[in-house]
C-alpha cells in the first residue's frame, strides 16, 4: 500500500478551519477533500476517518494556540501587559466580519457526551490552557502586579470564562468597542 504524501500541517490546519465552519457533524468528506485537497481515500489512509481527522485537528490545534498563548508575553514588560495583550488578540478575532470560533468551543458544545476520547481529549486542553493563566497569575504575584492575597487559580477561572464569554457574546454582532470594553472589564477585576 502507498503511502500518502502531503504538508501535515497545511492539512491540519485547512481540516481545523472546515470543523470550525461547520461542526464536526455537519462537516462532510466531500468538505474536507475540498478544504485539505485530500482525496477521502487519503484521509482514511491517513487519519483513519473523519474522527480521526478531528482528533489530529484537535492536537495541531493545541499546538498553535501554546505557541500563539507564549507570543503574547514575548517582550512585554509585564505579566498583565501580555494577558492584555492576550484578551486584545481575542476581541480582534470576534470583530472580524466573519467571527473564527474557538475548535475547542465548537467541538466541545457539539461532542459533549457523544465521543468520550474527544471529550477528554479537549478537557485536557483547557484545563491545560486555564493551568498556563494560573502559571502567568502566580508569576504576576511574584513580580509585584498582583496582590499576594489574590488566588490565582480563581482568577484563571475567571478569565477563561469570560474569554468563553467575549466569544459566545461576539455572535449578537456588538456594537463596535463593546467586546474591547467587556475584555478591559474583565482585565481590570483581574488587576483587582
Known sequence: MRTAEFDRQQVLSAAMDAFICKGF???SMQDLKQATGLHPGSIYCAFTNK???????????????TVEFETYFTGKDSVLA?????LAG???ECERDEIKDCLLQKALSELVHQDEEVEALIGSMLTDWQAAFTDKLREAQRRGELAANRDC????QFLVMGIY???TYAHTKPAKGVLASLAE???AHIRG
Request: proline share 0%; no cysteine.
Open 25 to 27: 457533524s455537519k462537516t
Open 51 to 65: 474522527r480521526g481527522l478531528l482528533l489530529a485537528a484537535l492536537e495541531h490545534y493545541r499546538q498553535q494556540r
Open 82 to 86: 501580555g494577558i492584555a495583550a492576550y
Open 90 to 92: 481575542v476581541v480582534d
Open 153 to 156: 487559580e480563581a482568577l484563571s
Open 165 to 167: 464569554g467575549i466569544r
Open 185 to 187: 472589564q474583565l482585565l
